[in-house]
């Protein structure tokens, strides 16, 4: 197996795991990180199946995905911590599942 | 709702093996070998004579998905001023930095600024550019404000805004020109094309550290009532 | 051209909303023109068809839809009922409501609902029929709940419960029609001769489009929305529940019948029999229930269900002259039963006298308005010369010639039960009671002189029944090229 | 080039210079600013409307350098319709909105941000809709999904944070298995250009697969069932100009890539099962959001879960798009007329919905009694949006609904028609309880009518549109065949 399978096979792993925390847990602290593991789990599947060039140059392309990818996951967390912060300031918690009060019916 | 029914983990735990066994089935069917768009990159790039490829498609091939992607910097940084209810409290963050911290900061802000810099030159033809630049920049706001330094007075909110928005005006300011000149939206003349992305990138650096500052203080200082403008 | 009976009323429509609730002068002026216009705009269109023009329209909706019209015989007497007694009823609705509140809203949504039920008379394909059909519906629920008591919500409630049901069947029949035939056209004697074969599918799509049809036409057991409706005021159940909206339904079935499988058709497929027997029990049931109504405006409801089933089964029998005898019956039962309306309508709202019980001395009170509604009740029950006669002649003469004497039967006993629920009011109106001649004699004039019109008109349709003009004839021409340009 | 070939670009251009505009410019001058804004945009679509029906589709090569390798806008029919909807709600939305957020408290929370949050997500939409590139795609869900959630959260109030903050994880989700998706499709292919990718279609399991993760991400930033739990908090616990745009577009742009994925990219056959999933989702969603949105208590979501009933009816819309091999051209008008529709609809909705609720204080549904006659023009625009939704003639959600179950016999599907013509009973069954409350009259006086201000004629207007917008069907059939991708399918009529 080649190295590059490696990084993505890796890469699918930790997208999973973020998957899975993601939907799991109710604390938004762990939700950011879990989109974090996700995001990195999609940058290693992209660099590593894009280092399958012939030549063995990396392919440029993917890589400039992963560059852009990287800046919107900044941008992305910088927000949901903002949020997280706001919401636990007000709140004084942190879990955003759903609470019987607001599942009107 | 989940996470109080019994069995709630079993969805989420089939969706996560799932998707693995998904993902890992598409990458092992995978043929070991794809060029992608790289030979084609590479040659268009040496045809323009553009020496980095990673940075002929961040900034020409793909210059747009850039454009938008500043605009997503930009725009978190909204968003998370419109979280809080002041703008850019001039309070420091902390009071009293230590004598190290002093003498660290005094030392390392000049260098890092000359590395921002140097990032920048070289942006348009070897690793490095506004973002590389802007976080190093943004890591020195940050550093100046742990340190206990807060923004001049001189610096009012609206030069603060000015700073955070320049980047973006000015890249989309740059991208329209080559329409005036009767080209397509980022089509940059070949003859000032190094000029104009050293323009975008200087001011996008500013742009983007000052957002990364941003972002940090508008998360991390107290909330201040009814300090606004 | 074709489209003036429609737009006329819904332009004056969307204009009384924006007029607002206070300028009762000017959206009294608005409407009545229209509905001068209307009149004048269907009668010219009537007289251009009986020249044997029967002129087109249509709008394009999307890919193989269209909104289209025709103006034929059929289509314009219905029309031409409905826009005529627009006019009546509008002069009585300004009387009668001269003191209720949401005026605009009541008398908005009233000329749509008449250019709703002026687009299904003029509707050229069943589609165009299914679209204004819909919008009939719509534009009746506010007139129902108009007082907005709980009772008159729950009414409304039940009323959009039956009509979206019938709407829904109706839609699903329509679709499937047109998946099978194509996008077939009203024409008289059938237009589903190239789809022949699907016998299994147009089953269905009959049965279903006649149960759309049927809850208007509030033929049993579709029939529960119309007494509980009767909370709306008088001109709506007077001009709606009497005339636009449930002839709405009963028309659809002309249409599906005569003009759309054809009787040939109806009959072979054996879908009109079964309609038949619905109606014919109908006719039975209702009277009978009618007999037992305390509440006035309840009791000509429950009148209203039998005689509409009467069309119906006129219909269903798919004889030339029961069919003809139907479509005059469609015109004479609105003259007739709009006037009863009125009657009660004006007895309820000048001396509040609802139920059967309390009409003591109503007669002396307000004589003029008991004489119309005597002589609608009678010309209701097939007197002769009046205009019940007339149409029912027509329908028992169908009956007769088709061989079909159960049906000879229930009309004849219908007419029997429609005396007997009619006789008790008219004897309670004269029996000495609490209503004595007061200040003020009669009513609103407002209200008073439409009664007289109407009443007049169920006379007048009698008496000259042989008239090129009148709608006995009307309806024998309407019919004529449905089997095949048959003449009595 | 003339100027007007430049429209795309300038669709995108304008309002992200306008938002950045917005932020440095003067509080006061920004509700103008962003009318300009407007105005101008909206003039921008029509253009780009009559030029696509003038001349045809046509390419913006970005930077010059045209696809595969460079970035291409793509202006064809599909994507002017539904720049077009985004310019006349967006327009309406904004002219509502000067009014709505310019009174009350000067310090509102996130007050004065608004607009350029707002000028984002409109430049992200139109980014949306004209992109050709599916990486891009995910730069512009990323704009779309990061203004949306900030706009939800400029209530400030903890429910509005936490709504905010499940949108925010649910986008992102969406946005990664998105990109996931691309990572794959782009190593089995080698390409981001859509029109390249379909031209080209690669066999294979990579492929297949990201496909799928990109559509189902999609399916999840639409809300559809049973991934729409975010959906309704959010669009509810927004500031009513912004439920509105979000219900009436955002919910869209997702929908119109997988528009362009299901039309432009995937080959028929080579997701066998995908069509009829999403199918028996939408079906799902029809009957559960209609549901949902019965047993409400609060007008606004009440409105919200009927978005996730409507966008039920774009989904049944694909398998039939697909039943018979090619592209069953009258499925993509009816899907495109019943986005069209509902839009104006649901914006009209949403806007009378924030109308109701700063004339009555609240939006609980139990105590609008006497709303027809105290705020009849308000309690109007419900009730034709609401019958719009129904799929009653002659709205354009009726020309929709019937094109697609005609469809749907045609083909020998009926079980959707009679999904379809269930969910229109249900919907029936939901607008007619807010509208009997609205005719009840409460007991004593009910006091005058108020005097209706000028903007709360705005939602109705919105919501005649697309109650006569059948009238307008003919001409959007006309656009969205522009450019439809014929060269491997035939379109049927």
Request: proline share 5%.
């Amino acid at each position: 197996m080649s190295s590059h399978l490696v990084y993505a096979l890796v890469g699918g792993l930790l997208f999973s795991i973020g998957t899975y925390g993601l939907i799991v847990r109710p604390h938004m602290i762990h939700k950011i990180i879990s989109t974090n593991f996700m995001g990195s789990g999609v940058f290693l599947v992209l660099i590593g199946l894009g280092n399958r060039t012939p030549s063995g140059v990396p392919d440029p392309v993917p890589q400039a995905m992963v560059l852009t990818g990287i800046v919107v996951t900044v941008a992305l967390t910088a927000l949901s911590l903002a949020i997280a912060k706001r919401y636990f300031s007000l709140t004084g918690r942190g879990d955003i599942s759903e609470h019987r009060e607001e599942r009107v019916g | 709702m989940r996470d109080r029914l019994p069995g709630s983990q079993l969805i989420p735990l089939v969706t996560g093996a799932g998707l693995f066994a998904l993902v890992t089935r598409a990458i092992l069917s995978l043929p070991g070998e794809s060029a992608g768009l790289s030979v084609r990159v590479t040659e268009t790039a040496a045809e323009n004579g553009i020496s980095n490829v990673v940075t002929a498609v961040l900034l020409d091939f793909r210059g747009y998905d850039t454009l938008l992607e500043i605009a997503v910097l930009m725009l978190v940084t909204v968003a998370v001023f419109s979280l809080r209810e002041t703008t850019m409290s001039p309070t420091p963050l902390s009071e009293r930095p230590g004598p190290v911290l002093g003498a660290l900061t005094r030392t390392v802000i000049p260098v890092m600024l000359l590395v921002a810099g140097h990032f920048v030159w070289i942006g348009s033809s070897r690793p490095g550019g506004a973002f590389q630049a802007g976080a190093v920049i943004g890591a020195a706001g940050i550093l100046l404000a742990l340190s206990g330094y807060s923004r001049p007075k001189w610096v009012g909110p609206r030069a603060i805004s000015w700073v955070l928005s320049i980047g973006l005006l000015v890249f989309v300011g740059v991208a329209v020109y080559p329409v005036l000149l009767g080209e397509e939206l980022l089509q940059y003349p070949a003859e000032s094309r190094k000029a104009l992305i050293l323009v975008i990138e200087a001011l996008l650096t500013l742009s983007i550290g000052a957002s990364l500052v941003s972002l940090f203080i508008a998360s991390a200082s107290p909330r201040v009532q009814g300090d606004r403008e | 051209m074709l489209w003036l009976p429609i737009l006329i009323p819904a332009l004056a429509g969307a204009l009384t909303f924006l007029l607002g609730e206070r300028r009762t002068r000017r959206r009294n002026t608005v409407n009545l023109i229209a509905a001068t216009a209307a009149a004048a705009a269907t009668l010219s269109l009537a007289g251009a068809a009986f020249q044997g023009t029967a002129a087109q329209a249509s709008l394009p909706l999307g890919p193989g839809l269209q909104l289209a019209v025709r103006g034929d015989l059929t289509g314009l007497l219905f029309a031409c009922v409905v826009t005529l007694l627009w006019g009546v009823t509008l002069v009585y609705a300004i009387g009668y409501m001269s003191h209720d509140r949401n005026r605009a809203r009541f008398f908005g949504f009233f000329a749509w609902c008449i250019a709703a039920a002026n687009g299904v008379a003029l509707a050229r394909d069943p589609l165009s029929l299914f679209v204004f059909y819909e919008i009939l519906s719509l534009c009746t629920y506010p007139l129902v709940v108009h007082s907005g008591t709980p009772e008159a919500i729950a009414a409304g409630r039940k009323y959009l419960l039956y009509a979206f049901g019938g709407g829904a069947a109706l839609l699903a029949g329509t679709a499937w029609l047109v998946a099978i035939a194509g996008p077939v056209q009203f024409t008289p004697g059938g237009a589903l001769l190239a789809a022949e074969s699907h016998t299994f599918a147009l089953r269905w799509v009959f049965a279903l489009m006649a149960a759309g049809f049927c809850v208007k036409a509030a033929l049993m057991p579709l029939h529960g929305w119309l007494p509980s409706a009767m909370v709306a005021p008088a001109p709506v159940s007077s001009l709606l529940h009497a005339v636009a909206v449930v002839k709405a339904g009963v028309f659809g079935i002309v249409r599906l019948v005569n003009d759309l499988f054809g009787p040939e058709l109806a009959t072979s497929l054996g879908v009109a029999q079964p309609l038949a027997l619905a109606a014919a029990v109908t006719i039975g049931v209702a009277s009978v229930i009618a007999l037992r109504q305390d509440d006035l405006k309840r009791r000509l409801a429950y009148s209203t269900v039998a005689q509409l089933a009467y069309i119906t089964l006129g219909t269903a029998l798919c004889t030339p002259l029961a069919a003809a005898g139907a479509l005059a019956h469609l015109a004479h039962h609105a003259v007739m039963k709009i006037t009863m309306f009125f009657t009660v309508g004006s007895l309820g709202q000048t001396l509040h006298v609802k139920v059967l019980g309390t009409m003591g001395g109503v007669a002396r009170r307000m004589p003029l308005t008991m004489a119309s509604f005597s002589v609608a009740a009678l010309a209701l029950a097939g007197v002769p010369p009046l205009a019940g006669f007339a149409s029912k002649w027509l329908l028992a003469g169908g009956a007769f010639e088709s061989g079909d004497w159960w049906a000879l039967l229930v009309y004849v006993s219908g007419g029997a039960l429609t005396l007997g629920y009619m006789v008790p009011i008219l004897l309670a109106s004269v029996r000495p009671g609490a209503h004595e001649p007061a200040e003020r004699w009669e009513s609103d004039p407002r209200m008073l002189w439409p009664i007289i019109a109407v009443a007049l008109a169920s006379v007048v349709f009698g008496v000259s029944a042989s008239a090129p003009w009148s709608p006995a004839r009307w309806a024998l021409a309407a019919v004529s090229p449905v089997f095949g340009g048959w003449t009595p | 080039m003339t100027l007007v070939d430049h429209l795309p670009a300038a669709l995108i251009m304008t309002p992200l210079a306008g938002a950045a505009l917005t932020f440095v410019t003067r509080r006061r001058w920004d509700p103008a600013l962003v009318m300009v804004t407007a105005v101008v945009i909206t003039g921008l679509a029509l253009a780009l409307s009559v030029r696509v029906l003038a001349e045809g589709a046509f390419r913006y090569r970005l930077g010059g350098w045209g696809a595969p390798l460079g970035i291409d806008l793509v202006a064809d029919g599909i994507s002017a319709l539904f720049v077009l909807l985004a310019a006349v709600v967006g327009l309406a939305a904004t002219a509502y909105a000067t009014s709505y957020f310019g009174t009350g408290d000067e310090d509102a929370y996130g007050r004065g941000l608004v607009w350029a949050l707002w000028l984002f997500l409109w430049t992200a939409l139109n980014a949306l809709f004209l992109t050709g590139d599916v990486f891009n795609v995910y730069v512009c869900l990323e704009l779309v999904g990061i203004s949306a959630v900030a706009l939800v959260t400029l209530g400030g109030g903890a429910d509005a944070l936490r709504a905010g903050a499940r949108y925010l994880f649910a986008s992102m989700l969406g946005a990664m298995t998105y990109l996931l998706g691309v990572a794959l499709l782009y190593s089995a292919t080698g390409h981001l250009d859509m029109a390249t990718l379909g031209s080209a279609p690669t066999q294979g399991i990579a492929a297949s697969t990201g496909l799928v993760l990109m559509v189902s991400a999609l399916v999840l930033k639409t809300a559809l069932v049973p991934v729409h739990f975010w959906l309704p908090t959010a669009h509810a616990a927004a500031p009513s100009p912004v439920s509105a745009v979000l219900s009436a577009l955002v919910v869209k742009g997702s929908y119109y890539v997988i528009l362009r994925l299901v039309l432009d990219v995937t080959y028929p056959g080579q997701l066998p099962g995908l069509d009829v999933t999403l199918g028996a989702l939408g079906a799902a969603s029809i009957v559960w959001g209609s549901v949902q949105a019965l047993l409400q208590t609060r007008v606004k979501l009440l409105v919200a879960y009927s978005t996730v009933a409507q966008i039920g009816y774009l989904f049944v819309a694909i398998p039939l798009m697909r039943a018979d091999g090619g592209i069953v051209g009258v499925a993509v008008t009816a899907a495109a007329a019943h986005a069209v529709s509902h839009g104006l609809a649901k914006a009209g909705f949403f806007l009378s919905a924030g109308s109701l609720q700063h004339r009555f204080g609240h939006d609980r549904i139990s105590e609008m009694a006497g709303a027809a006659r105290t705020t009849p023009v308000l309690a109007m625009a419900c009730a034709v949006a609401g019958v719009t939704m129904m799929g009653l003639p002659p709205s354009g959600g009726f020309v929709a609904k019937w094109l697609l179950i005609l469809t749907s016999i045609n083909v020998g599907q009926w079980w959707w028609a009679a999904v379809m013509i269930a969910g229109g009973l249900l919907s029936a069954a939901y607008t007619f309880r807010l509208v009997a409350v609205f005719v009840a009259e409460g007991a004593g006086d009910p006091g005058d009518a108020h005097h209706p201000a000028r903007t709360e004629w705005l939602p109705l207007l919105l919501a005649s549109a697309a109650a006569l917008l059948a009238f307008a069907i003919p001409q959007i059939d006309t656009l969205v065949r522009i450019g439809m991708n014929l060269g491997r399918a035939e379109v049927l009529p």
